[in-house]
Structures are given as C-alpha cells and as structure tokens.
C-alpha cells in the first residue's frame, strides 16, 4: 500500500473512532442529563412550588442544551472530514478540534450554572444532596450512592 493511501485509511480509522467517542460521550451527558431529572423528583422531596419555579429554568437550559449539541454535532463533522484527510496538525483539523473542546467545554460549564441556578430554588438540605450527587456524577467513575 502507498504512503496516501495508508494515511488516507488511518484518516478513516480516526475519524471513526473520534465520532464514535464522541457519541459515546454525547450519550452518557445525555443519560447523565435524565438520570438528574429522575434523581431530583426521586430524592429531593421537590414541593409543587419548587417544581414550577425549576419548570421554566429546565425549559431554558433544555432550549440551550440542544443549542450546544448542535454546535458539537457540527464542530465533530468537521474534525471527521479534516481528520479524513489524515493530517491530524492541518490547520482544518486543529481548527474543528478547537471547535468541538470549546463546544463540549461550553457545555459543561452550562449544565453546572445550571445545576446552581436550581440550588436557589431549593432549601439548604435539598440543595446539599444536589450538590453531592452533581460531585459524585463528574467523579471519574460516575458512582451515586
């Protein structure tokens, strides 16, 4: 095999794995996302008071989420075609890779104002064990107790 064709198939390699990895990642933020929901109504004792003030706020992050799940979709299409090229140091490539950790970065950043912005509608113990489930979910092993 030449030297293009094996970089043009290590390319592909890439790519794949890449976009793979990031739906992986992508699906576990998404799970990660339900579970708190199932997590809050389970565990937080919310008062019909608390579950309509956090309404509108779930449906405003909601709105934003699909906004920052676009823009990685987007953002790993790219690195995908310029990592096809296989030239992982090309401006194209650096440029989407760029893209899709400052995507995923502002997504993070995100869910956890989110996160505190439903503290305020919570009392001190409901907000307590928000926060350590919020800790315990960004732990490398994802553990709840």
């Known amino acids: 095999m030449n030297r293009l064709g094996w970089f043009v198939g290590a390319g592909a390699v890439a790519a794949v794995v890449s976009l793979a990895m990031?739906?992986?990642?992508g699906h576990r933020h998404a799970h990660a996302e339900d579970e708190l929901h199932a997590w809050m109504h389970a565990n937080l004792d919310l008062t019909p008071e608390?579950?309509?003030s956090l309404h509108p706020l779930e449906e405003a992050f909601e709105e934003e989420r699909r906004q920052m799940h676009a823009a990685i979709e987007e953002a790993g299409t790219k690195l995908g075609t310029a990592l096809?090229?296989?030239d992982l140091?090309?401006?194209?490539a650096q440029t989407a890779l760029d893209a899709?950790?400052?995507?995923?970065?502002?997504?993070r950043r995100c869910t956890l104002e989110h996160f505190f912005a439903m503290r305020d509608h919570l009392d001190p113990e409901q907000s307590e064990r928000?926060?350590?489930w919020v800790a315990k979910s960004i732990a490398p092993d994802g553990s709840h107790d």
Do not use: H, I, N, V
């Open 100 to 107: 899709l950790e400052s995507a995923q970065a502002r997504l």
């Open 84 to 86: 096809l090229k296989g």
């Open 22 to 25: 990031w739906a992986l990642l």
């Open 50 to 52: 608390q579950d309509a």
């Open 89 to 92: 140091q090309s401006p194209e």
């Open 130 to 132: 928000l926060l350590t």
